[in-house]
Structures are given as structure tokens and as C-alpha cells.
């Protein structure tokens, strides 16, 4: 259906198109697109891949790029992060949480979390926002109270860079993160520190209390975190597009 969908979209174009076709994959899974795209002769020179992930490397085509920024549609991330930062009192000590509470263990989409394991083990140092579905994008009480917090979690889930990541990225709530494997677009040193990084319920329980007792490493980790909004710009965007053409 989706195939279908977008060689409507290109066929609508390909009148108009007078240079190279890039295809963004929004997919939240790693899956590959080449036998759709194949089946239904749909053009194109580029993929941007959202979940473009180290353990398929071996799978991509050369012309296959990682693009963690496809996060489109009505609560489009990229436009809060860079139009509604904001700054809060982040005075409360616990980690600010907000999202569905399940697990997964799928290897044919290399998927393997289990949220409720970070939330029954950590609860103490964890505080769950009220959540019903998911809170709109944007909306302005959560994103405040998300800033009154010293810590946000961010947890894998289904997908991974969901808008939970812009959205606390948009904060000076520090970004506590389940590592991942997705690559990015850029050195992993602009990424979120090492020190703000885990991968079980013990290690983030030591994560946070190191960076609690620790101010100065704190303020460090928060610098380079706002830093990083610069690899999330429409201008960084732009650039790094133009660089995939000149290829």
C-alpha cells in the first residue's frame, strides 16, 4: 500500500523532475525497500534511511544514507526543536518520563527493549508523566514540565530518535539514553555524552546519581547536549543533503 502510494506520488512528478530522485524511508523499522521499490519501478538515485542501523550495514546499498531527521507530518519535531526551546528551573532531582509501557524481542527487526524493566527496577528516580496516548507535540504544559526536571529518559521503543528525543532536546532537561544502534550522520562525539548513556537499570541508576553528585560533569554533559542541536537544523539538514548530491 505504501509502494502503491508513493509511485502515485512519482509518477505525478517524474513529468517535472529534471534531477536526481531521492526517497526519504520514514519507516520506524530497519527494513529495506529495494524489492518495493523494484516491483513497482519506482525511480530514484537516493534513500535517506530514518532507521538506518549498524547491525544491517552489510544490507544497505552504497546509495543508502542514514537520515535521523525524517520525522514529518502535522507534530513535526524538527520545527519545535528549533522554534520552541525553552528553558525551566529543572530543580526537580528525578528522571521526567513520558510513553507506552512495553517490550519487544523481535530479531528479523533487530528490535530488543523492555521499558518496564527500566520503570519497575529505577522507580524510585523516575517520574511518570501522566500518559494518554501520547501527549500532543509541541503541547506547552508537558514540554514546561519537562523542563522543571534535572533528567529526561529516554527509552528505546519501536523506533528509535522518536519525537521523544527532539522533544527533549527543545529543554535543558539533561537527556538520560538507553544506547542504541542507530548511526548518525555525524561523529558520534557531538552526540549525547558517554556519562549520559546505559543499557541496563543499574547503570542508569549509577549514571544518574554520578551526574547528581557530580555538578561540574553535569553542566559539561548540558553544554555539549544544547551543542548538539546544531546537527539538528534545517541548515545542517540542507548541508548534509547537498554533500549526498555531490557524491
Known sequence: EYGEYLKEIVDFFK????????????????????????????PYDIILKKEYNNLALKKYKDNTCPF????????????????????????????????????????????????????????DIIYSYPYNGSPTYGNEEYLNAMSDFKFSLYLKGYATLTRRFFEILSTNSLMLMEKHDVVLPFETKHYIPEACQFSTPAELRLKHDKL????????????????????????????????????
Not at 530497519?30 to 518495493?36: A, E, N, Q, T
Not at 524481542?105 to 518496564?116: F, P
Not at 548540558?222 to 546544531?230: A, G, N, P, S, T
Open 15 to 42: 513529468p517535472m523532475i529534471k534531477g536526481k530522485i531521492i526517497i526519504i524511508d520514514n519507516h520506524d523499522l530497519p527494513l529495506m525497500v529495494y524489492d518495493i521499490l523494484k516491483e513497482l519501478e519506482v
Open 68 to 123: 535521523p531527521y525524517a520525522v514529518l507530518g502535522m507534530n513535526d519535531c524538527m520545527f519545535i526543536l528549533n522554534n520552541k526551546q525553552r528553558t525551566g528551573a529543572v530543580s526537580n532531582e528525578k528522571c521526567f518520563w513520558s510513553g507506552s509501557i512495553n517490550s519487544s524481542n523481535e530479531e528479523r527487526y533487530l528490535l530488543s527493549y523492555d521499558r518496564g524493566k527500566y520503570l519497575s527496577e529505577c522507580s
Open 212 to 247: 547528581l553528585a557530580n555538578p561540574s560533569l553535569y553542566k559539561a554533559c548540558l553544554e555539549k547536549q544544547i551543542k548538539l542541536r546544531e546537527c539538528f537544523t534545517y541548515e545542517y539538514i540542507h548541508d548534509y543533503i547537498e554533500n549526498i548530491l555531490k557524491k
